[in-house]
């Protein structure tokens, strides 16, 4: 297992390229199962959940090269579809086959889930949708088993909660059901956005896109022909490389970013005393003269990110003031206080509310990243610090960052990549 090693404090300056979404790249890749043709995938990142869907992939008879950040993926001689434990167990994401897979096969084996290190995180809505799909859905052995021997039925859903993956599972299934399916309360997340993009590419009629009312017309079983298309910039990545520059009261300029996608992000780095410019596909953060404390409360998009709060926590140890932080999507998602407290920070907890009390001087100390946004802001509060952060068990960072520690040392960050 490798750790980083990290000496603080440092000041972080340059240029740094963001990477593809992997959020929105493993529903797109997911919905290749649509097709039963070719498809070509630009700007996919090089993370290891990518890789873990590639290899369920493999197992359900998908062929495919992926190289540097192009993925040519065939999907015609599917031969098995069932998405097994191993595979699911390590990655959740893997539930976002089963809305593609039964749409077009009529039959899928998924296993559940199950709980992970940031909460429960059902799949009840997945589930509810796709039978009011006319889908059958048995729960046995661990496994969802879902038949629709028929083909799916378009509906009228709407979700009790905005769920993301929830949304994209129902969306790629109804974009192969007869008839037309009204979804309401459907998530508006720019990676759910692109789905419903190359859909649209690719003939599926869809009206309301990036609004919370969607009404797609499906194709009746007709596979999809998909165009060849690339994957919109990782706004979560370039957000937590924004809280690297503020933190370290650096500038940063990073390329390859849909600032817009960023409003939220933004918008509290400007309240800590930030300032952020935008030009085309590239923005740059210039320091704070001191930052100053915020409030956040997390939400679904444009609301501010669940996916940045831990960033943001580490961003408040060094702001002036009392800092409070809210997390409303997960039950759990505070994996990382107790980690930032061994560095020094001043974080009282109560529920789902987290106060904090800064500017603390950091002292470097052995910390363990238990998921991956809570490990960025173990690695962010590393840099803060000062002396050696060692952070442990990374390979969650491996899941979603691409080069992380490559791109911080190109960017000035005395770190090193380590062997236990
Ligand atoms: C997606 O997870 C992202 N994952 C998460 O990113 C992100 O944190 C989350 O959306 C919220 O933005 C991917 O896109 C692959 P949800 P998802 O369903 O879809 C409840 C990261 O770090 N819920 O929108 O699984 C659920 O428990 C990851 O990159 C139900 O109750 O999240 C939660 O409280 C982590 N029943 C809320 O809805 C359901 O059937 C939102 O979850 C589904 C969800």
Known sequence: MDYLSITGPSRLHGEVQISGAKNAALPL??????????????????????????????????KYIFEEHTLTIDNENITNTVATYDIVKTMRASILVLGP?????????VSLPGGCAIGQRPIDLHLKALELMGANIDIKNGYVVATAPEGLKGARIIF???????????????????????????????????????????????????????????????????????????????????????ITYGSVTLHNVRSDHLDAVTAKLHEAGCRIESEGASMTLYPAARLKSFEISTTEYPGFPTDMQAQFMALATQAEGVSIIEERLFENRFMHVSELQRLGASIHLK???????????????????TDLRASSALVLAGLAASGTTNVHRIYHLDRGYEALHEKLKMLGAKLERLKE
């Open 29 to 62: 890749i997911a919905a290749t199962l649509l097709s039963d043709e070719p498809c070509t995938v630009e700007n996919v990142p090089q993370v290891a959940d990518i890789k873990t869907l590639l290899k369920l992939f493999s197992k359900l008879g998908s």
């Open 351 to 369: 529920g789902h509310t987290a106060t904090l009390n800064g500017p603390i001087q950091l002292l470097g100390a052995d910390v363990m990243a």
């Open 101 to 109: 897979l039964l749409a077009r096969f009529g039959r899928c084996e």
């Open 160 to 246: 009790d909660k905005i769920t993301v993956t929830g949304s994209e599972n129902i969306i790629m299934a109804a974009a192969l059901a007869k008839g037309r399916s009204e979804l309401i309360n459907v998530a508006k997340e720019p990676e759910v956005v692109q789905l419903c993009e190359v859909l649209q590419e690719a003939g599926v009629n869809i009206e309301g896109i990036g609004t919370d009312e969607l009404i797609i017309e499906g194709t009746e079983r007709e596979p999809l022909k998909l165009s060849p298309f690339s994957i919109i910039p990782d706004r979560i990545e370039a957000g937590t490389y924004l809280c690297a520059a503020a």
